[in-house]
């Protein structure tokens, strides 16, 4: 699977949006864009993905750049729950493997 | 719908000793995954089972080792402890072979080896 780069950290406050970036220069065609996060004292939770076309659904929304080389997470309005460790993973498919590859993440704080 | 769970929630043990964790799986998921996190760090694939079967090993020695039940239940073993494995240990199911779909994550079990 190829390798994604987030920042380390990021800082948002409650009520405002907070768009997480990614970089995945060497995404390839059939590799998916996958966005878990991990709350504090818990294990990683599914939060969206998608191929090309930009995806919403109702934790969040993907936009995916058009070379398909960077993307952003957005959560519309952040709230203290959303202080979590948020993690942009590629997963190829079509094989009978879907392991994922975490990265370090980012780790995002949420100020009231 | 019942989530994954996972048991013991913490567990210290003694370097050279053994241990076995356990996972059940979501309702209707046929597929488990184990992930090792070490403190600061992202989750990292030990092995993935599919209806009692391995299907894929990430870069782990042989001394871990894992079984799937025909309920699609799972355990994790580890012979020899080091300290190093010292960790969060997760299971994650999912209803495609292979976790090509969401996987659904436990909430770990804590592993320290003194």
């Known amino acids: 699977d190829a390798k994604t780069t987030q920042p380390n950290s990021m800082e948002s406050n409650e009520e405002e949006p907070v768009h997480l970036p990614c970089n995945h220069s060497t995404i390839s065609g059939t590799d998916y864009i996958h966005w878990y996060r991990q709350l504090p004292s818990q294990g990683p939770e599914y939060v969206i993905h998608g191929l090309t076309s930009n995806v919403n659904n109702r934790m969040a929304s993907l936009a995916i750049a058009e070379d398909r080389k960077s993307s952003t997470l957005i959560l519309h309005r952040a709230t203290l729950r959303d202080a979590a460790v948020y993690y942009c993973i590629l997963r190829q498919y079509g094989g009978s493997q879907g392991n994922l590859i975490f990265g370090k993440g980012t780790k995002l704080s949420v100020k009231p | 719908e019942t989530g994954v769970t996972q048991s013991p929630t913490h567990l210290i043990k003694t370097r050279g000793q053994q241990v076995t964790l356990r996972c059940s799986s979501q309702?209707?998921?046929?597929?488990v995954s184990w992930y090792q996190q070490a403190l600061g760090q992202g989750p990292q694939f030990i092995f993935q089972?599919?209806?009692?079967?391995?299907?894929g090993r990430g870069n782990f020695p042989p001394r871990f080792s894992g079984l799937q039940f025909p309920n699609y239940s799972s355990e994790l073993n580890v012979n020899a402890l080091e300290l190093d494995d010292s960790a969060l240990y997760l299971c994650?199911?999912?209803?495609?072979?292979?976790?090509?779909?969401?996987?659904?994550f436990g909430p770990g079990t804590r592993l320290t080896v003194t």
């Open positions: 309702s209707g998921h046929n597929t």
């Open positions: 089972y599919y209806r009692e079967e391995e299907n």
């Open positions: 994650a199911s999912s209803g495609l072979r292979g976790g090509r779909d969401e996987q659904y």
